[in-house]
């Protein structure tokens, strides 16, 4: 996804999902894949997509105004990912609560999927989307839908993770695909929310 969040700011729609499955994964007790993720936190560096939004602007005095915009823009982006690392915590707080209502069963067959390298991302989704579903039922009734929804996917990958660490980058990826796909304008609401 190219797409900008209109708030202003130059993290891309995908990155912010990152930063919120990261974060999440980050905020999670776990030690079995902090190896895994520390790997994976040198990849999702936010330079990368700040100088997507570089602009070098010649003045009328013959100087470039390019410094300053990039300095506003990391900026401004720093400020975000603040805003997406708290919403992340908090999300991890309401996982905590919910991690017990997760069948070792259902982990062990989404961990076999995702072992299985003949699957497509799209049935890798798939099998995401329907271990979120078989838990939904389980989730509090006053937790609005997309939150659980939210929080069991990002729940889910933590298992896997925490099952078999070098799962990591694959139920990272599917996850944040998933998000994207089915979640997106809900955790760019969040994030508008939380300023």
Same mark, same amino acid.
């Given at each position: 996804m190219d797409c900008e969040v209109s708030n202003g700011s130059g993290l891309k729609d995908a990155h912010i999902t990152d930063l919120l499955v990261?974060?999440?994964l980050q905020?999670?007790?776990?030690?079995?894949?902090? @190896?895994e993720l520390q790997a994976l936190g040198c990849e999702l560096s936010v330079q990368d997509h700040l100088w997507e939004d570089y602009e070098d602007e010649l003045q009328?005095?013959?100087?470039?105004?390019?410094r300053f915009h990039v300095q506003r823009i990391e900026a401004d982006?720093?400020?975000?990912?603040? #805003?997406?690392? @708290?919403?992340?915590?908090?999300?991890?707080?309401?996982?905590?609560?919910?991690e017990r209502s997760i069948p070792p069963r259902l982990v062990d067959h989404l961990v076999m999927q995702f072992m299985?390298?003949?699957? #497509?991302?799209?049935?890798?989704?798939?099998?995401?989307?329907?271990?979120?579903?078989? #838990?939904?039922? @389980?989730?509090?009734?006053d937790l609005e839908q997309e939150k659980a @929804?939210?929080?069991?996917?990002? #729940?889910?990958?933590?298992?896997?993770?925490?099952?078999?660490p070098s799962l990591l980058r694959d139920v990272f990826r599917t996850t944040v695909n998933f998000i994207n796909q089915n979640l997106l304008t809900y955790v760019r609401n969040l994030a508008r929310n939380m300023d």
């Open positions: 990261f974060g999440f905020s999670c007790c776990s030690n079995s894949f902090q @190896t009328t005095d013959g100087s470039r105004a390019s982006s720093e400020s975000e990912e603040d #805003l997406i690392q @708290t919403l992340a915590r908090q999300l991890a707080q309401i996982g905590d609560s919910m299985n390298r003949n699957l #497509l991302e799209e049935d890798r989704r798939g099998h995401l989307a329907t271990a979120v579903e078989q #838990l939904m039922q @389980t989730c509090p009734a @929804t939210l929080v069991l996917t990002m #729940l889910l990958a933590k298992k896997v993770a925490d099952h078999t």
